[in-house]
């Protein structure tokens, strides 16, 4: 929304009495004829044009289209399978980085759903930096993936990284999995958006919020069922962990854009003694859950072993996530929950 001050009026009164409504102002620009322009931040609850224009100074008040109507539109609410997803009711989502075996990703589909994970992640295609890594077991590992899920009664989610791709992944995945380095892949997220999936898209390591959203629209106008926008850390300047876990941007989506919000600590932090407190710092922010990235021998992990925390390790976290409810999720009771179900706004 753009604010109009008059000429001979204060525009710092004006943003003043914005404030005090709760509004918060974006960005001031000078018009060619002397008035002010206050462009109010798109997050957040605002009050309607017409309180607006009822203040002393404001000369008129226009209301933009909104860039990403069908994100804006979107909800707290994801549904993945029968689950509804949201910060009430979020999801933990575990398993290894890639599938690299048959017998393992059983193994660890077993060891998680006993521990309270209701998805199974793992990567068959693999985006890797050097081309002489490991790139995954590609349609193979997604037949084991979708075996090792089915019997435990688990979600699958996996990765889409090319449009050829596109059936034998969302014949496997209930959340389809767009990488942090496709998000600008716009040929893709049509594709994948195609397929009427629950999409969870990796926020790009440079994106700014407002890429990332319109990203997400992208997906939503070609018919993705849902979006959940994941942070897995951004470009920082410190090499001491891997990423920037932004967890401002988990906020401001969580509660200022009221949209379901999954946080990677994993890709995040890089390392393993990090994962447990940045879940928790996560969901207190608002997210609708956590992706977590599990081994059982990491140490021989095929890749980012070192990141990897062990089954067993989730057990410190499942008290915060119900189990998975057909249709919806119950309540959380916890000390943190407190904070998120507050902070929710449905
Ligand atoms: C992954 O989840 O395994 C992955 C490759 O993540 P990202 O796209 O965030 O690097
Ligand atoms: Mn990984």
Same mark, same amino acid.
């Given at each position: 929304?753009?604010?109009?001050?008059?000429?001979?009026?204060?525009?710092?009164?004006?943003?003043?009495?914005?404030?005090?409504?709760?509004?918060?102002?974006?960005?001031?620009?000078?018009?060619?004829?002397?008035?002010?322009?206050?462009?109010?931040?798109?997050?957040?609850?605002?009050?309607?044009?017409?309180?607006?224009?009822?203040?002393?100074? &404001?000369? *008129?008040?226009?209301?933009?289209?909104?860039?990403?109507? @069908?994100? /804006? =539109?979107? !909800?707290?609410? +994801?549904?993945? %399978?029968?689950?509804?997803?949201?910060?009430?009711?979020?999801?933990?989502?575990?398993?290894?980085?890639? &599938?690299? *075996?048959?017998?393992?990703?059983?193994?660890?589909?077993? @060891?998680? /759903? =006993?521990? !309270?994970?209701? +998805?199974?992640? %793992?990567?068959?295609?693999?985006?890797?930096?050097?081309?002489?890594?490991?790139?995954?077991?590609?349609?193979?590992?997604?037949?084991?993936?979708?075996?090792?899920?089915?019997?435990?009664?688990?979600?699958?989610?996996?990765?889409?990284?090319?449009?050829?791709?596109?059936?034998?992944?969302?014949?496997?995945?209930?959340?389809?999995?767009?990488?942090?380095?496709?998000?600008?892949?716009?040929?893709?997220?049509?594709?994948?958006?195609?397929?009427?999936?629950?999409?969870?898209?990796?926020?790009?390591?440079?994106?700014?919020?407002?890429?990332?959203?319109?990203?997400?629209?992208?997906?939503?106008?070609?018919?993705?069922s849902s979006v959940l926008f994941c942070e897995r850390g951004i470009r920082g300047f410190d090499s001491q962990t891997r990423n920037l876990l932004d967890l401002g941007?988990?906020?401001?989506?969580?509660?200022?854009?009221?949209?379901?919000?999954?946080?990677?600590?994993?890709?995040?932090?890089?390392?393993?003694?990090?994962?447990?407190?940045?879940?928790?710092?996560?969901?207190?922010?608002?997210?609708?859950?956590?992706?977590?990235?599990?081994?059982?021998?990491?140490?021989?992990?095929?890749?980012?072993?070192?990141?990897?925390?062990?089954?067993?390790?989730?057990?410190?976290?499942?008290?915060?996530?119900?189990?998975?409810?057909?249709?919806?999720?119950?309540?959380?009771?916890?000390?943190?929950?407190?904070?998120?179900?507050?902070?929710?706004?449905s």
């Amino acid at each position: 929304m753009i604010v109009t001050v008059n000429a001979d009026a204060d525009a710092r009164s004006v943003q003043k009495a914005l404030v005090n409504l709760g509004v918060s102002v974006a960005s001031e620009e000078h018009a060619t004829d002397g008035k002010r322009h206050l462009v109010l931040s798109e997050a957040g609850p605002r009050p309607g044009a017409d309180v607006i224009r009822k203040l002393p100074g &404001v000369g *008129s008040v226009s209301e933009p289209e909104p860039c990403h109507p @069908k994100v /804006s =539109a979107h !909800g707290p609410i +994801a549904r993945v %399978g029968q689950r509804a997803v949201s910060a009430r009711t979020p999801l933990l989502i575990g398993g290894p980085c890639a &599938v690299e *075996s048959e017998a393992q990703i059983h193994r660890l589909a077993a @060891k998680l /759903s =006993a521990r !309270g994970v209701s +998805a199974l992640r %793992g990567g068959a295609f693999k985006p890797r930096t050097s081309p002489y890594s490991f790139q995954g077991h590609g349609r193979e590992a997604l037949r084991w993936l979708k075996d090792a899920s089915k019997e435990h009664g688990l979600l699958t989610v996996t990765e889409l990284m090319s449009e050829s791709e596109v059936d034998a992944v969302a014949e496997c995945a209930d959340l389809l999995q767009i990488g942090t380095r496709n998000m600008y892949n716009y040929a893709l997220l049509k594709v994948a958006g195609a397929t009427g999936r629950p999409v969870l898209l990796k926020r790009a390591m440079s994106a700014t919020v407002r890429e990332w959203l319109l990203a997400g629209e992208y997906l939503l106008s070609h018919g993705a069922s849902s979006v959940l926008f994941c942070e897995r850390g951004i470009r920082g300047f410190d090499s001491q962990t891997r990423n920037l876990l932004d967890l401002g941007a988990v906020a401001l989506l969580a509660h200022g854009y009221g949209l379901p919000v999954i946080v990677d600590p994993s890709h995040a932090a890089g390392r393993r003694d990090l994962v447990m407190p940045l879940s928790e710092a996560a969901l207190a922010a608002g997210a609708a859950g956590v992706m977590i990235e599990t081994h059982d021998a990491p140490g021989d992990a095929k890749s980012d072993g070192a990141q990897a925390v062990h089954p067993d390790e989730l057990q410190k976290l499942a008290k915060w996530f119900p189990k998975a409810v057909p249709g919806k999720g119950r309540p959380l009771s916890s000390p943190v929950a407190s904070i998120i179900n507050q902070g929710a706004s449905s």
